[in-house]
């Protein structure tokens, strides 16, 4: 049996509106194991959400999964009848989305949300077991237990993001898909929010597919990363590989390139130039072409093959002569 606990293969999503078709991921391929944090890197629009909500086959009515494969503990995800994944949500895998103000139901208190968890995925326990492991999880993120019949308006924005870790780790999954799990905080209570989930991460030996546009925030917390540009991962590798500067992907070099260096004195950021391919075209070539200061005439018109050294594997043609190709 594999090693991985999630596998996804040649995925291509796309979402089918009254316009045009939006081909949202195109190709994407990327493995996790038991236990490990994988960072899923890109901008805005690149397909990482898209990505998440494929494998827990949330995506809306628009959206339709094309081809590929996603397989969890060997097994195939896609050929899975709704029951099943209804036994999954939520339990083996579950998710945190990106804004907490929005995760949570207004009307009830924290605690009753939190239960409602154990009242879907663990029937058999008592009322009384089930407060007692509210309780438990308030605590462990951090909230007096006897906050537990406030209403989420009575909390700041960290409090409610810890509630909703509460309620996505009271199952203790094998899988967290963490969704820009603290863009909406600020930077103090990110540093929080991002020890907690590592805390909690290693008490329950839960995997974590964190998803962000940060790399700040990867090289601290994850073991390995994966690079998305326009639903293509254009790049991954170990933590090292990727931040060590050494055969990076044009794009990802753009990103590292974002982050402010402090030890230099430089008054103006470095962002990429240009935006997005758009996604309603498929791109026959790199998409990256229209944006790469490398771009050569093939790279318009040839989709770059994989280049790996190690756990290191980039897609692009500038490595083809080191992977013996054209
Ligand atoms: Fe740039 Fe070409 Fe590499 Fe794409 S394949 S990143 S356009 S050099």
């Known amino acids: 049996m594999s090693e991985n606990l999630l596998e996804v293969k040649d995925l291509h999503v796309q979402y089918n509106t009254d316009d045009a078709v939006v081909y ?15 960072g899923l890197v890109g901008e ?34 896609l050929d899975k009848p709704e029951s099943y994944m209804l036994g999954l949500r939520g339990r083996r895998v579950s998710m945190i989305f990106q804004d907490p103000m929005t995760s949570l139901n207004p009307v009830k208190s924290v605690g009753d949300q939190i239960r409602e968890v154990l009242d879907l995925h663990f029937p058999q326990l008592t009322k009384e077991a089930k407060n007692e492991k509210v309780d438990q999880m308030l605590q462990l993120v951090g909230i007096p237990a006897s906050r537990k019949n406030e209403f989420p308006h009575q909390f700041s924005g960290g409090m409610k993001q810890r509630v909703v870790i509460a309620m996505a780790l009271i199952s203790q999954p094998e899988l967290l898909l963490a969704d820009e799990p603290t863009t909406a905080l600020d930077v103090t209570i990110q540093a929080q929010i991002m020890a907690l989930m590592g805390q909690l991460k290693d008490r329950f030996n839960t995997a974590v597919l964190l998803i962000t546009h940060d790399l700040g925030l990867v090289a601290e917390f994850c073991d390995t990363v994966a690079v998305i540009y326009s639903g293509c991962i254009v790049e991954s590798g170990t933590v090292e590989d990727i931040f060590s500067g050494k055969n990076n992907h044009p794009y990802t070099k753009g990103l590292i390139g974002c982050i402010p260096d402090l030890s230099k004195d430089e008054d103006r950021l470095h962002p990429i130039p240009g935006h997005m391919a758009d996604a309603r075209t498929l791109p026959s070539g790199c998409p990256f072409a229209d944006r790469c200061a490398n771009a050569m005439d093939k790279c318009r018109k040839e989709r770059p093959e994989a280049f790996s050294e190690g756990t290191h594997t980039v897609f692009c043609h500038l490595f083809d002569n080191m992977r013996g190709g054209v």
Do not use: C, D, F, M
């Not at 494998?55 to 097994?75: D, H």
């Open 24 to 38: 949202a991921l195109n190709g994407v391929s990327l493995n996790l194991k038991e236990g490990e944090k994988l």
């Open 44 to 77: 805005t629009g690149a397909g990482k959400t898209t990505l998440a909500l494929s494998v827990l086959r949330l995506l809306p009515k628009v959206g339709q999964i094309a081809s590929g494969s996603i397989s969890y503990k060997g097994e195939e995800l």
